[in-house]
């Protein structure tokens, strides 16, 4: 009897033990194998959010590359080394080439009138920099890459328009832009089916953050709805190629670019922290396209960034 008991208790203490052992594996998910892993899939789509902060942007660009600076690396990108028509994009290695040519004081004649522009007025090229990036003037490229490729110590018999081309595709040899080539300084369709430049997006964004790093003063006029420029003989009212200036926040600088073979092209940079600055670039996209893609981008690395 006595042992018939002392069996009883002892199978209600190992009960008891088994009881209290299934209640702690339990709290502890020990048994779990499908909770770890579950656990496993959320964690890596929290480390994955960036990505879909734009993923359902629905852009109408064939083209994107978004840069960080600071890190030197992308943060999202869509056939980002694609060649494409780069329209005026084009300018910002035309300012880029002038500005480490000539001093920027050096006066520049108008050689064709245009809407704002008159033959014969004379620009300091700092100022037509700013007013034909700002407005994407065509002529103001042109007078530009005339008094550039005269100057030229190293120019050869070809016009002055064909020594500065050159000097653009060399720098962009240099900086290490293997998407991109110029054939003219405006960026201007050449014909139906030939295109002023091409480049990639991710060509782009290096090249604007090359122009940001060592020549930031050619882009600070970008940043603005519009300016009043002058020249020797007027004063113009230069406004902003870019309809979304004031939709972005902490602009630092843009350029626009619109041909029929390139579509709607826009490159931008701003900041979204202190000293956070970011590079945009959208090809390939329609006239109204190319800015609200480009605010869609800046609103996601807003997004992501404020997490």
Same mark, same amino acid.
Request: glycine content about 6%; hydrophobic content about 45%; charged content about 20%.
């Given at each position: 009897?006595?042992?018939?008991?002392?069996?009883?208790?002892?199978?209600?203490?190992?009960?008891?033990?088994?009881?209290?052992?299934?209640?702690?594996?339990?709290?502890?998910?020990?048994?779990?194998?499908?909770?770890?892993?579950?656990?496993?899939?959320?964690?890596?789509?929290?480390?994955?959010?960036?990505? $879909? @902060?734009?993923?359902?942007?629905?852009?109408? =660009?064939?083209?994107?590359?978004?840069?960080?600076?600071?890190?030197?690396?992308?943060?999202?990108?869509?056939?980002?080394?694609?060649?494409?028509?780069?329209?005026?994009?084009?300018?910002?290695?035309? =300012?880029?080439?002038?500005?480490?040519?000539?001093?920027?004081?050096?006066?520049?004649?108008?050689?064709?009138?245009?809407?704002?522009?008159?033959?014969?007025?004379?620009?300091?090229?700092?100022?037509?920099?700013?007013?034909?990036?700002?407005?994407?003037?065509?002529?103001?490229?042109?007078?530009?890459?005339?008094?550039?490729?005269?100057?030229?110590?190293?120019?050869?018999?070809?016009?002055?328009?064909?020594?500065?081309?050159?000097?653009?595709?060399?720098?962009?040899?240099?900086?290490?832009?293997?998407?991109?080539?110029?054939?003219?300084?405006?960026?201007?369709?050449?014909?139906?089916?030939?295109?002023?430049?091409?480049?990639?997006?991710?060509?782009?964004?290096?090249?604007?953050?090359?122009?940001?790093?060592?020549?930031?003063?050619?882009?600070? =006029?970008?940043?603005?709805?519009?300016?009043?420029?002058?020249?020797?003989?007027?004063?113009?009212?230069?406004?902003?190629? $870019?309809?979304?200036?004031?939709?972005?926040? $902490?602009?630092?600088?843009?350029?626009?670019?619109?041909?029929?073979?390139?579509?709607?092209?826009?490159?931008?940079?701003?900041?979204?922290?202190?000293?956070?600055?970011?590079?945009?670039?959208?090809?390939?996209?329609? @006239?109204?396209?190319?800015?609200?893609? =480009?605010?869609?981008?800046?609103?996601?690395?807003?997004?992501?960034?404020?997490?």
């Amino acid at each position: 009897m006595y042992s018939e008991e002392r069996n009883s208790l002892i199978a209600v203490v190992v009960l008891i033990f088994i009881g209290i052992f299934i209640l702690v594996a339990s709290m502890l998910r020990i048994f779990s194998p499908v909770d770890l892993q579950e656990s496993s899939v959320a964690k890596s789509l929290v480390e994955k959010q960036a990505t $879909n @902060d734009f993923a359902n942007l629905n852009l109408e =660009a064939k083209a994107v590359y978004v840069f960080d600076v600071n890190t030197n690396s992308p943060i999202f990108s869509i056939n980002e080394n694609a060649q494409l028509p780069l329209a005026s994009l084009t300018k910002i290695m035309t =300012a880029l080439v002038a500005i480490d040519m000539i001093p920027d004081f050096t006066l520049v004649p108008i050689r064709k009138s245009d809407i704002n522009l008159a033959k014969g007025e004379k620009w300091n090229l700092k100022d037509l920099i700013e007013y034909t990036l700002l407005v994407s003037s065509n002529d103001g490229a042109n007078a530009i890459a005339n008094v550039v490729g005269v100057l030229d110590p190293l120019s050869s018999s070809k016009t002055a328009e064909s020594n500065f081309v050159d000097r653009m595709n060399e720098k962009a040899g240099k900086i290490g832009l293997g998407q991109t080539y110029f054939l003219n300084e405006s960026g201007l369709d050449v014909n139906a089916k030939v295109s002023g430049a091409y480049g990639s997006a991710r060509d782009v964004a290096n090249l604007f953050t090359y122009a940001l790093k060592h020549h930031p003063e050619i882009i600070e =006029a970008t940043k603005y709805e519009k300016l009043s420029l002058s020249s020797k003989e007027k004063d113009h009212n230069a406004v902003n190629t $870019n309809k979304s200036i004031n939709n972005i926040p $902490n602009i630092i600088g843009s350029k626009t670019g619109y041909t029929d073979l390139a579509g709607g092209n826009l490159v931008i940079s701003f900041d979204a922290g202190i000293e956070k600055p970011i590079v945009v670039v959208v090809l390939g996209s329609t @006239d109204e396209g190319r800015f609200t893609d =480009a605010e869609k981008l800046a609103q996601a690395v807003l997004k992501d960034m404020n997490k």
